[in-house]
T-cell receptor
Framework: GNSVTQMEGPVTLSEEAFLTINCTYTATGYPSLFWYVQYPGEGLQLLLK?????DKGSNKGFEATYRKETTSFHLEKGSVQVSDSAVYFCALITGNQFYFGTGTSLTVIP | ETGVTQTPRHLVMGMTNKKSLKCEQHLGHNAMYWYKQSAKKPLELMFVYSLEERVENNSVPSRFSPECPNSSHLFLHLHTLQPEDSALYLC??????????????FGPGTRLTVT
């Protein structure tokens, strides 16, 4: 079946550190892949997306590349800020089905 | 208003109360969703409406009753809830219900506490 697996949290980093949050997926067909971010007390916001293999999604300094060969869509940022503290969700859509990962909590300390 | 709005943002209700959650999308989308987000659990899809017709109902107890009077509005009617129903209820919308580019846009959620 279809599923999304992302790394367990919580993740704690110092400001300006490099961030990687791993996400792998299992899907039939050709899914589109997404990263969502949820700040405290808010709903999920779309952070970036990629709709086909080798596409790179980017936004606010975050990047993720759709890797079909490794079925991965890892989220990266070169230098995190305190304001990036949030929960990050990897997700995929295939057909009419949306699948979310369990979320990875990130805390950035000054 | 822009995007997806939800009211109320916080709700405390007793187990014998009846209340409703409201969601409104200002994006011209044709599909709307209710999700339940509980602490330390994956996001749970509850209901999906496409063009005002319910297309998914994922084994949700009958004490939750959705209503979609038009493509911009979605309600979740609540009655005789249990304490384990306490959670963040998220509404989302998407341009369509089928297709690889139909990402979902979420509202801020209603934090529900059942006492």
């Amino acid at each position: 079946g279809n599923s999304v697996t992302q790394m367990e949290g919580p993740v704690t980093l110092s400001e300006e550190a490099f961030l990687t949050i791993n996400c792998t997926y299992t899907a039939t067909g050709y899914p589109s892949l997404f990263w969502y971010v949820q700040y405290p007390g808010e709903g999920l916001q779309l952070l970036l997306k990629a709709t086909k293999a080798d596409d790179k999604g980017s936004n606010k300094g975050f990047e993720a590349t759709y890797r079909k060969e490794t079925t991965s869509f890892h989220l990266e940022k070169g230098s995190v800020q305190v304001s990036d503290s949030a929960v990050y969700f990897c997700a995929l859509i295939t057909g009419n089905q949306f699948y979310f990962g369990t979320g990875t909590s990130l805390t950035v300390i000054p | 208003e822009t995007g997806v709005t939800q009211t109320p943002r916080h709700l405390v209700m007793g187990m014998t109360n009846k209340k409703s959650l409201k969601c409104e999308q200002h994006l011209g989308h044709n599909a709307m969703y209710w999700y339940k987000q509980s602490a330390k659990k994956p996001l749970e899809l509850m209901f999906v409406y496409s063009l005002e017709e319910r297309v998914e109902n994922n084994s949700v107890p009958s004490r939750f009753s959705p209503e979609c009077p038009n493509s911009s509005h979605l309600f979740l009617h609540l009655h005789t809830l249990q304490p384990e129903d306490s959670a963040l209820y998220l509404c989302a919308s998407s341009q369509g219900y089928y297709g690889p580019s139909y990402e979902q846009y979420f509202g801020p959620g209603t934090r529900l506490t059942v006492t």
